[in-house]
């Protein structure tokens, strides 16, 4: 299989061109104007230690539309603020490493790798990287963290501690962007529990049309401590 060496010059080859797993490219950079051309270009990184960066654009590309969460009743209790509390921003470093080092089932290791780790944090100190936190009293149980850039936020990763903390932070954030008129999640692949909560497969090409609209409104760029 032929793949595209990057160097360092900002450059992605067209989507068409990704294999059948969805990898376009490998090598360059996690560099803050990198990582903005790949998410404006519908592309995203994820590798393993030791490995090249690997660049993605899968066919198809598992989304959520805002207006398309589904809420079942038995989260109900989990959204009032009794179980749980929710907030924006307010220590995205603690959400990367807790996404980083909480073990999953199936999985013995992580895709966060340091250098990962260390570029998601500029991208949150540019405003372009967001975190939402969810606490039981004093303590981090669940959160998640991603990109947002125009009407678009492209989930990285979530981590749960405690029964339904992610899912209570990512129903809260979806609700918030849908307040604030953003069109379209993207989810990267598919999960069952995405699925749950309204997610879909889309082909490529309809994903590009919609992220195309979606990068059209203005940025909601900076932090959004408060904004809950």
């Given at each position: 299989?032929?793949?595209?060496f990057?160097?360092?010059?900002l450059?992605?080859?067209?989507?068409?061109?990704?294999?059948?797993?969805?990898?376009?490219?490998?090598?360059?950079?996690?560099?803050?104007p990198?990582?903005?051309?790949?998410?404006?270009?519908?592309?995203?990184?994820?590798?393993?230690?030791g490995?090249?960066?690997?660049?993605?654009?899968?066919?198809?590309?598992?989304v959520?539309?805002?207006?398309?969460?589904?809420?079942?009743?038995?989260?109900?209790?989990?959204?009032?603020?009794?179980?749980?509390?929710?907030?924006?921003?307010?220590?995205?470093?603690?959400?990367i490493?807790?996404c980083?080092?909480?073990?999953?089932?199936g999985?013995s290791g992580?895709?966060?790798?340091d250098?990962?780790?260390k570029?998601?944090?500029?991208?949150?100190e540019?405003?372009y990287?967001?975190s939402?936190?969810v606490?039981?009293?004093?303590?981090?149980?669940?959160g998640?963290y991603?990109v947002?850039?125009?009407?678009?936020?492209?989930?990285e990763?979530m981590?749960?501690?405690?029964?339904n903390a992610?899912k209570?932070g990512?129903?809260?954030?979806?609700?918030?962007?849908?307040?604030?008129g953003?069109?379209l999640?993207?989810?990267?692949v598919y999960?069952?529990?995405l699925?749950?909560?309204?997610?879909?497969?889309?082909?490529?090409?309809r994903?590009?049309e919609?992220?195309?609209?979606?990068?059209?409104?203005?940025?909601?760029?900076?932090?959004?401590?408060?904004?809950m």
């Open positions: 299989m032929f793949y595209h990057l160097d360092t010059s450059y992605f080859p067209p989507l068409e061109q990704a294999d059948e797993e969805g990898i376009l490219a490998l090598g360059g950079d996690l560099s803050l990198r990582l903005l051309l790949a998410y404006r270009s519908g592309i995203f990184p994820w590798y393993s230690p490995e090249p960066i690997i660049w993605w654009a899968p066919d198809p590309r598992f959520l539309y805002p207006h398309q969460l589904r809420v079942s009743k038995s989260m109900r209790p989990y959204l009032n603020g009794k179980h749980y509390q929710v907030s924006l921003d307010q220590d995205f470093a603690a959400v490493s807790a980083r080092h909480t073990p999953r089932p999985q992580t895709w966060i790798t250098e990962m780790q570029a998601y944090i500029a991208l949150h540019a405003g990287a967001h939402v936190e606490w039981q009293e004093t303590v981090l149980v669940g998640l991603g947002s850039m125009g009407g678009c936020f492209f989930g990763s981590f749960s501690r405690a029964s992610s209570t990512f129903i809260k954030l979806v609700q918030l962007l849908s307040h604030k953003f069109t999640i993207d989810c990267q999960t069952q529990h699925e749950s909560l309204g997610g879909q497969n889309v082909a490529r090409e994903f590009m919609d992220l195309s609209q979606a990068l059209a409104q203005a940025t909601w760029q900076g932090r959004w401590t408060g904004a």
